[in-house]
T-cell receptor, first 113, second 109 residues
């Protein structure tokens, strides 16, 4: 079975630009979460979506937005990129919200110059 | 919120020895815990989970121990192999999953 897939794998953007990252969950998983991982740190929660509705949001500015589609895939958008947005962006899927294990993709490495 | 910390940022063990990675959390209401392994260039990989109604759970070569009294959990890896070299994270449930900063395990052949 295919795991969580993310695209693109790497991305280089300039400050002020906008970026869209994509995620396809494991088949049958209805929940998708997004995490930001800065080098040397653990993942930090950005968003969780379940059945196309936002179920949680972490401490990130409004420049970050996301959505989930009817097929449960998801996009993360970041506007007005800052140098500090450079990180590995991880998508995780799970069967449901709450106490259900997260299964991660290999992430999108975003570099902002 | 939740604060999650790992006791050691790095750990080196000889191949064949047992490894123990520790994690502390702050919220006594947390009731679900997961250990992840992250290799370079990859996303975190699920290893094992445990719910708060248990204090021990075993998998293949791994054991997770949960001590709710002192809010501490540990991951034990038996007969550590070079392929176990990675960064290990504990994740603690709340209104989201909170991750520690990770322990980098190096296995010496």
């Amino acid at each position: 079975d295919a795991g969580v897939t993310q695209s693109p794998t790497h991305l280089i953007k300039t400050r002020g630009q906008q970026v869209t990252l994509r995620c396809s969950p494991i088949s049958g998983h209805k929940s998708v979460s997004w995490y930001q991982q800065v080098l040397g740190q653990g993942p930090q929660f950005i968003f969780q979506y379940y059945e196309k509705e936002e179920r949680g949001r972490g401490n990130f500015p409004d420049r970050f937005s996301a959505r989930q589609f009817p097929n449960y895939s998801s996009e993360l958008n970041v506007n007005a990129l800052l140098l500090g947005d450079s990180a590995l962006y991880l998508c995780a899927s799970s069967l449901k919200t709450g106490n259900s294990p997260l299964h991660f993709g290999n992430g999108t490495r975003l570099t902002v110059t | 919120g939740e604060s999650v910390g790992l006791h050691l940022p790095t750990l080196s063990v000889q191949e064949g020895d047992n490894s123990i990675i520790n994690c502390a959390y702050s919220n006594s209401a947390s009731d679900y815990f997961i250990w992840y392994k992250q290799e370079s260039g990859k996303g975190p990989q699920f290893i094992i989970d445990i719910r708060s109604n248990m204090d021990k759970r075993q998998g293949q070569r791994v054991t997770v121990l949960l001590n709710k009294t002192v809010k501490h959990l540990s991951l034990q890896i038996a007969a550590t192999q070079p392929g176990d070299s990675a960064v290990y994270f504990c994740a603690v449930s709340g209104n989201q999953f909170y991750f520690g900063t990770g322990t980098s395990l190096t296995v010496i052949p």
